[in-house]
DNA sequence: AACACGGACAACCGCCCTTTA
DNA sequence: ATAAAGGGCGGTTGTCCGTGT
C-alpha cells in the first residue's frame, strides 16, 4: 500500500517564501514552538505551505543563529576532511559547524568546494606524475642491467593511462607506492624484503614465482587503519588517510538500505577520479585522488594498520576522529562501537561533539 | 540591448527510519 | 505485530543573478 501525501500538494503553494509567510512562520514558532507537528502547523497560522515546506524553511532560513555564506578556510577544511571520510551525510557534517545548515553545506560542497579541492588535487597529481615520470625513465634504465625488481609494465610510464595490475580492485595502491615514491636507488636483496614485509603487512600479496614487487592481489579490507592528523586542504592532498575504506567494507556485509556509504564512497571515487582524469576506468579510479592517500610518507608515520593481519585487524571508525583533531584522547561511543560491530548506528547514537573531540 | 550561459543558492522530492496508535 | 503518520536526510531541480558574447 502506498503511503498518504502529507498535504494535498495542489493546495499548498510552491517556490520561494515571501517575506510575509516567512514573519508568519517565525512569530508563531517564536511564541508557540512548532508543538511537535509540523504537519499541522501551517494551518494553524493561515499558511498554504506544505508542513514539510515549512520545517525546512524553518532549519535552514528562519532559525536563529543562522550563518549564511563566508566559509572560513578552517570551515572549510573540516568539511572536506569530513566528506572524505564520511562521505555526504550532511547533518553530520553541519553538526560540526555550528550556524550551520546541512542544505548550506552541501550546497556549498557542491558549487565551490569540491572544485576546489580537485582543482587543487589536479595540480598536485601533475607535478607529482611529472616527477614519477622522471624518476621512473631513470629507474628503469638502471633495473635493466642491475637488479631483478620487477619494473611495471610501459603503460605505466605513461601518465595519462597509469598502470594497474588487471585483476587489481580500485582499492589497491601499492604500484602507487613502489613505483613512483621510493629513491632511485637500486634496492638490494634486504631491502626488498624489508618492502615487501611491510606490504605485507598492508595485506598486499606477491607472487612467490616471480618475486615481484608489486602486489597480485588486492589490499586487504583493513589496510586502511593507520591514524592521520589532518589541518589543511593542502596537507590532506599530499598526507591523508585514504578514504575510509572500513566504512565501505563494513557496509559489504550488511544491506544496502542499510549503510549508505557504501555507495557514496564508490561515488566519490568514481566522481573525482572521472573530474580529475575525465574518464571512469575502474582500474584508474583511485590512481590520482587516493594516490595522495597512501604516500609512502604515512608509512612512516609509525602508525600504520600495524602488525595485525587482514584477519585480525581491528576495524575502528575512531580513524575519523583523528582526520580532524587529536588522536591522543580516547574516544569511545556507541557511535563506533555499533561500527565495530558491522551494523550502521543510527544517527541519534552519534554523539558528534563527544566523537569528533569538539567542544 | 538582448540573449545565452553558468554559478550560487533555495526549495522540493522521494526514500528511509522512528514513533505512535 | 502492524500499518500509518511524522520527521530527517540526501539528491535533484528550479530560480535568480551576474557575466560574456
New binding site residues.
Given amino acids: ?1 502506498g ?2 501525501p ?1 498535504c494535498d ?1 495542489t493546495k499548498v ?5 515571501s517575506p510575509e509567510e516567512d514573519a508568519k512562520l517565525k512569530s508563531y514558532i517564536d511564541k508557540q514552538g ?1 508543538g ?5 502547523l501551517p494551518q494553524k497560522i493561515g499558511l498554504k ?5 515549512c ?3 524553518w532549519l ?2 528562519l532559525r536563529p543563529n543562522i550563518k ?2 563566508g566559509f572560513s578556510e578552517e570551515e572549510d577544511n573540516i568539511i572536506c576532511s569530513l566528506y572524505i571520510n564520511i562521505g ?5 557534517i553541519a553538526a560540526q559547524l555550528p550556524g550551520r545548515t ?3 553545506i ?3 560542497w ?3 568546494l569540491k ?1 576546489k579541492l580537485l582543482g587543487k588535487q589536479r595540480k598536485e597529481q601533475q607535478a607529482q606524475n611529472r616527477r614519477a615520470a622522471t624518476s621512473l625513465k631513470q629507474e628503469m634504465k638502471r633495473s635493466s642491467t642491475t637488479t631483478s625488481f620487477h619494473l611495471p609494465p610501459e603503460s605505466f610510464v605513461n601518465q595519462s593511462n597509469p598502470y594497474w595490475a588487471p585483476e587489481l580492485p580500485v582499492a589497491a595502491v601499492l604500484p602507487v607506492m613502489s613505483y613512483q615514491t621510493h629513491d632511485t636507488q637500486v634496492l638490494d636483496d634486504h631491502q626488498q624484503e624489508s618492502i615487501k614485509n611491510m606490504l605485507l603487512k598492508l595485506g598486499g600479496r606477491f607472487s612467490d614465482t616471480t618475486n615481484s614487487m608489486y602486489p597480485i592481489d588486492h589490499i586487504s579490507s583493513t589496510s586502511s587503519n593507520q591514524f592521520y592528523q589532518t589541518s589543511t586542504i593542502d596537507q590532506m592532498l599530499t598526507c591523508s588517510p585514504p578514504a575510509n575504506r572500513n566504512y565501505a567494507q563494513l557496509g559489504q556485509s550488511t544491506t544496502p ?2 549503510f ?1 556509504g557504501v555507495d ?1 564512497q564508490s ?1 566519490l571515487e568514481a566522481e573525482l577520479s572521472e573530474l580529475v582524469y575525465g574518464n571512469s576506468h575502474p582500474h584508474q579510479q583511485l590512481d590520482g585522488f587516493l594516490a595522495g592517500f597512501y604516500q609512502m610518507e604515512n608509512l612512516n608515520t609509525g602508525s600504520i594498520a600495524g602488525t595485525s593481519t587482514s584477519a585480525e585487524s581491528e576495524i575502528s571508525w575512531g580513524d575519523i576522529n583523528s582526520l580532524v583533531y587529536s588522536t591522543t584522547t580516547p574516544i569511545v561511543s556507541d557511535y563506533e562501537n555499533s561500527c565495530q560491530q558491522g551494523v550502521r548506528p ?3 547514537a552519534f554523539n558528534e561533539s563527544t566523537y569528533f573531540g569538539l567542544k
Fill in positions: 500500500m503511503r498518504a502529507c500538494k503553494k510552491k517556490g520561494p517564501w512548532t511537535g507537528n509540523w504537519i499541522a505551505r506544505c508542513g514539510k515546506s520545517r525546512l524553511r535552514n532560513y549564511h555564506g555526504s551525510r550532511w547533518s553530520i546541512d542544505n548550506d552541501k550546497n556549498y557542491n558549487t565551490r572544485k538500505t542499510m549508505h557514496r561515488n543510527p544517527d541519534s
